[in-house]
């Protein structure tokens, strides 16, 4: 018993001395910038493996031997700071911003926030004060020329049209090409309702995308590769737009912000000499007589009656100045556990074509409370309302655009009505622009939803367990009319249709971060997930034809009415981890794995795996280069993934019957209803589509960070692409919907910054980014070809061992060098086959920013840059015939083509006219001639802004003023396209880009913009 107690009191003894050798440090880590607490930032102490991390409220607690001398705490975007320990066993420490890597972080997949360096793919970052800086209603336009190998197309320079953004080129044949757009780690619907008429009949609607205020967003992150994006799923196959919105920070501020924008529209260039009528002769079409030409006389000395004719300009009296207001109210701040923002903004914009405007409520809520030590809460809603008046577009005769660009200058519209109560026109079978305006219209009223929801909860330092809840809920209520009277429309008498979109997605991730630092060069983390996405969309559609009561328009007012509801529903499942690890701050890798299960797919296929790895080198760690005044930093960087892709609308695995049109009759026909088996037969063996991407790329740093460079070089094959193919009619069906096709993209991306001025006073920022990107379709699963956009003829297509996006039609005839084959007329022979005219895809794109700022003066500009991709100018096309066009003004022109004439071989040297002649029987008759290159440089932006110092408000109600006037769009330079804009396509977001066919102008701008705060 003696011996036992012995043993016990040594025990005892050992026991109370190592105790004595341990110490348990506690404290908070704070930023100096606000004083908000930090969270995650690694602690370690200094001479051992030990290491914690600071939770959600910035404290921690680490055990340690009483002979530790130091901790040192790290955190990404601050400085690194080693603390000697002391007596106290209380550490309070404050971090200060790292000027050298600040605006380095960046949020990736999921929101989580990375240090650049370690990144191993490409990211490329756009502030929200850039967004907002742009003046742009529609978020995606203001990303154009920031971020290499994205390319943006607008659908025309109405108020609310619609804009599309590309990333690395088109991944899918038929499916969706536009990036997938995150809100906060939560997808979000950008699709485009479109027209019920088509977009070559009446032009498109707004993307989704606009319902985004810009004033809300902290920041947008483009994930490019498929390695930056695969944790989102397959959706993410074509790149992300991941927008991070602000946070509340701070004292209690209330700030208000208020700006004017006015519209000019773009015009292209028109003759301003030669009256209506033909071969000189006038056609009076004041007085009754028709003729759609204006190659009549010369207007200067026409008389009619002994008074001479008037002269009009038809589009600068058609188009009027736009004026947008846009206003914004914002509350925000914080306390030791909570953080709120409260945002409220109206847009209204009345725009450039009488009638047509579009109108944006938001409302946007954000708060985040610390429930307990571990916990912490986010919650977030955002509400929009918008409204879209707007007028067709396009190739149907509801265009007011076929009249007003093609209306000879002697013509005066008013009245817009006869005696009898018809339209007053110039030409037969077209409306008058003004009675359109007067009569026709579509409206579209969008409420939407937007609500996040987050929970965090830190059981231990090293271990966060994230749930978050989202959804996207919108209605859009759209109706349209056509009064009776209407020329060339549906019926005479008019028509009306209601379309009513009921949209719902639901989102649910639960994430599981684990990440450590193992010892002084060992860092690794690990993130587990699992997400759930449910997406239903109802279409209600009823239309009236046939309006029997004026100014009444409703369904019930129509003789001949139709109506259908369209459901569609689509979920998916994804399990995904992934893995990254960092030794010496040198050397990164990172390995992702997915697992997705949709319901578009065939049953046994409707599984598949994917994933990527990618890892980096810091070779400037190794050779000690931090201080070195030439490069301070380098990086090279490989990745490869392989993405499946389940990009198909639901039900394609199924043939369903459908209301047949029968010879333009579509049923319910007088009475009687009708359904017949779809000709498309729907393959019920379907599976993913895959994106399979290589990528590699090179960062560097030199003299201190004041210049940086990075080039990227990718490689992206996408394969098993679901496309509609034809098939033997003996099947009973003409086509089916099966994988059959593929293509390729790739390209070189290059990122240049430099800070050539650097003082106390005085900065100077450029940033230059440049893309150039190859693309073919390389199978079409047995199709010669396959239509986007636009008509047989001319129209975009996609052909086999040809770029995405190619211009078909007719053209003229060659020989075998190429060369323009004449006819012992002089003018160029006609080809009876119809080719490949043109094509889409640009040679290359390059965005130009710069900024320089002197105390609180700034200037800060944009260029935006395309070299080649054609355009089909539907418009010179058609007014090149009647006469309207710059081009056609000097009619007494001759000219010598340079070909073969091809009844005898020999160089053509015959000197011929292009009259009237020429033009209405040679040169429109050819879609050739409609093909146009449509490389443009743009001064997109330039900006001119004055912030207040502190010290002139002393003695003021305010704690920041400011003041900015921008000018969009100042300067455009295309000198291959007589159009409005070589940029804008009247298909929008849908495949098909660079057709343009009677759309509204793109728009010069000018902004005045004052914001203040409390």
Known sequence: MKKLLQSLFILLLFASVAMAQERTITGTVTAKEDGMPIPGVSIKVMGTNIGVSTGADGKFSVKTSSGAKS?????????????????????????????????????????????????????????????????????????????????????????????????????????????????????????????????????????????????????????????????????????????????????PSISLSSGITFDTPIL????????????????????????????????????????????????????????????????????????????????KTNGTVPSTDFGRHSLFTKF?????????????????????????????????????????????????????????????????????????????????????????????????????GGADIYNDASIYHEAPGIVGGESADGKVYDREINFKQFNNDIIVEAKKNFNEDWFGSIIIGNNILSKSVKTVFDKGVGLSVSDFYSISNASTQISSVTNLLNRKIGYYAQLNTEYKRMLSLSLTGRYDGTSVLSQDKNYYPYGSASAAFIFSEPLHLDDNPILNFGKVRLSYSYVGNDNVYPYATS???????????????QGQNGFLLSNTYGDPNLKNEIVKEFETGLELKMFKSRLSMEATYFDRRSVDLITTTPIYPSSGFNAATINAASMYNKGVELILNGTPIKTKDITWNIGLNFSKIKNEVTDLGGLDNIQFAGFTNPGIFAFKNQPYGVIYGSRYKRNNDGKLLIDDNGYPVIDDQLGVIGNTVPKWNAGLTTSFTYKGLSLSAVFDMRYGGDVYNLDGHYLDFYGTTKKTEDRTATTVFDGIR?????????????????????????????????????????????????????????????????????????????????????????????????????????????????
């Open 655 to 669: 043939t369903p019957y459908l209301h047949p049109i029968i010879s333009n009759i579509e049923f319910p026909y």
């Open 902 to 1014: 091809e009844s005898d071989g020999q160089v053509n040297t015959k000197v011929v006219k292009l009259d009237q002649g020429y033009y209405q029987n040679n040169e429109s008759v050819v879609d050739e001639t409609g093909v146009e290159d449509g490389t443009y440089y743009k001064l997109r932006q330039l900006t001119l802004a004055y912030s207040f110092s502190p010290s002139l408000l002393k003695k003021t109600p305010f704690k920041g003023l400011s003041i900015a006037a921008t000018g969009r769009n100042l300067w455009v330079y295309a000198p291959h396209y007589t159009g409005s804009d070589p940029e804008v396509s009247l298909y929008g977001t849908a495949n098909g880009a660079s057709f343009t066919n009677f759309v509204t102008p793109t728009n010069r701008s000018y902004n005045l913009a004052i914001k203040v705060t409390f």
């Open 368 to 468: 985040s409370n610390k429930i307990t030590k571990d916990i912490t809460f986010t919650g977030q809603f955002n509400y929009i309302n918008s409204i879209n008046n707007r007028l067709a577009e396009g190739n149907g005769l509801a265009s007011p655009y076929w009249t007003v660009y093609a209306a000879p200058i002697s013509w005066n519209p008013f009245p817009t009505t006869n005696p009898d109560g018809t339209q007053r026109v110039y030409r037969a079978a077209r409306n008058n622009p003004y009675w359109l305006v007067d009569n026709t219209k579509f409206t579209s009223a969008v409420n939407r939803f937007l609500p996040v929801l987050t929970v965090s909860y830190n059981p231990l330092p090293w271990l966060t367990i994230t749930e978050r």
């Open 71 to 251: 901790l040192q705490f790290s955190s990404i975007g601050f400085s690194t700071q080693t603390v000697n320990i002391g007596a106290s066993n209380v550490i309070n420490v404050v971090l200060v911003t790292d000027s050298k890597v600040l605006g380095e972080v960046v949020v990736t997949a999921l929101g989580i926030k990375r240090e650049k360096r370690t990144l191993t793919y490409s990211t490329q970052e756009v502030s929200g004060g850039a967004l907002v800086d742009a003046k742009e209603n529609n978020l995606v336009n203001a990303l154009a020329g920031k971020v290499a190998g994205v390319q943006i197309t607008n659908s025309s320079g109405a108020a609310g049209s619609s804009s599309k953004i590309i990333i690395r080129g088109s991944t899918s044949l038929t499916g969706e090409n536009g990036a997938l757009f995150i809100v906060d780690g939560v997808p979000i619907d950008n699709t485009e309702a479109g027209n019920p008429d088509g977009a070559l009949s009446a032009g498109g609607t707004a993307n989704r995308a606009i319902d985004i205020d810009p004033n809300i967003i902290e920041s947008v992150t483009i994930l490019k590769g498929s390695a930056a994006s695969a944790l989102y799923g397959s959706a993410a196959a074509r790149g992300v737009v991941l927008i991070t919105t602000k946070t509340g920070k701070g004292k």
């Open 268 to 347: 292209p260039e028109f003759q301003d000499k030669y009256a209506q009528g033909s071969n000189g002769v006038y056609v009076d079409g004041n007085n009754g007589k028709l003729s759609s030409s204006s190659w009549g006389p010369l207007i200067d000395g026409l008389m009619v009656n002994g008074q001479p004719v008037q002269k009009h300009d038809p589009r600068k009296e058609f188009f009027k100045t736009g004026f947008t207001t846009d206003n914004t109210l914002a509350v925000n701040g914080s306390t030791d556990n909570s953080t709120y923002l409260v945002s409220y903004s109206y847009l």
